[in-house]
């Protein structure tokens, strides 16, 4: 009977990775169809300053918003599995009618619900590939890569389709193709026994918070979670100003620049889980901050063949990659187990509230320099400096453990959000 069971259980578990599987590939190429065009849409309409200010500074804060949200409400399996399946339905509805009107009002109630859903969605995905994929004895990575060559792939066609048949088309298909992962996901299903032992671990002895706020309330973590926000942030806020800077350009031309882009974050992350030791780590999250200075010092350069410009976006990748492959590993230098999650999810917050500062900012600085990306680009530019500053005085404890697995959201996601 005993092997009977565990035969079933084995069955099941491959069954859930396939279709867990599917279900991330589908989500990502479909994200890829809207989240990948947005910002170059929104900059493509004829919108004033203001408008364009409050539309690029929902997506991140929102972003910040639905995170708060989510944490309230999605606490146990079962009311995660509930909201996977309503945002489901309710993100891809509203991205499937998002370019057919171009009212300002239209355009930002959307912008708000679609945002509002994103992030989360993708924090509450993770919560199931991390355990689908332990109960296949399968690493987080291995389900999550589906995402990374379907993004790839979609922001290549995305850009061909644009062309063709143009936005509103192209985000109907998108819609269409992310509602199709709550089939796949729907055929998820894990035993009753796990589902119960699952419930009873979350609703087991909670940590002390008070301890946790003061722990987080030190020199070290303050300025290290400032500087890895900045270098966030600034990606976040810098993908505004170049989408708006290359409209001009063909949606194939941003299309290729943007795979290149995803294609130097895999490599990124691929070279990051080669380093272990806290110094390297201290390097590669340096490193991030170089790149970050460089890919805008490019940008910040007039009149460059727009060749350079959509070479230097691939940098956008490495920052990426290695700022949150090094922060993941360098918190547990500076936290202990018990207040790292909570310190992962503030400096997350910090950079989406970072990026939706410069996003409101943005449109405002644009129409006073007279539409000169010079002074934008510089200022994000120097951001990197300050980050590296500030990393310099973080003081990292080699005595603590840094390889431990922070169970919040894997970087790579963020990016298709």
Known sequence: MEASEKTEVSKTAKRNYVFLCLTVFMRFLGDSFFYGFLYRYIATRELGTVEMSLLTAMIPFMAVVGNLLISKISTKFSSRRRTIIVYSILEPLCIMIFGFRTEFAYILILDIICNLCSNPFYNTLDTFIIQVS????????????????????????????????????????????????????????????????????EGGEKTDEKSQWKELANKDYILFAVAAALILGSIWGGDNFYQQMTKSYSSQEYAYSYDAAIVAEAVGHLICSRFKSMKALKRVLYLSAVFLLIRYGIFAIPNLNKYVYLSAESLRGFTFSFCVGANLNL???????????????????????????????????????????????????????????????????PEKVGEERISAKNGEEREAA
């Open 134 to 201: 332990n109960d296949a004895k399968k690493s987080y990575s291995s389900g999550r890569v589906f995402g990374t060559v379907s993004y790839i792939f979609g922001i290549l066609v995305g850009g061909y389709l644009i062309s063709y048949i143009d936005y509103p088309y192209t985000f109907l298909i998108g819609g269409a193709l992310m509602m199709t992962t709550l089939i796949f996901f729907l055929q998820i299903r894990f035993p009753s026994e796990e589902i119960s032992l699952i419930e009873k671990e």
């Open 331 to 397: 918190l547990g230098h500076i936290l202990s187990m018990k207040s790292r999650n909570k310190g992962y999810f503030l400096l997350v917050a910090l950079d989406e509230l970072i990026a939706a500062v410069i996003n409101l900012l943005g449109p405002f600085v644009m129409q006073l320099t007279g539409n000169n990306y010079i002074f934008p680009f510089s200022v994000l530019a120097g951001n990197a400096i300050v980050a590296m500053i500030l990393l310099s005085f973080v003081h990292f404890n």
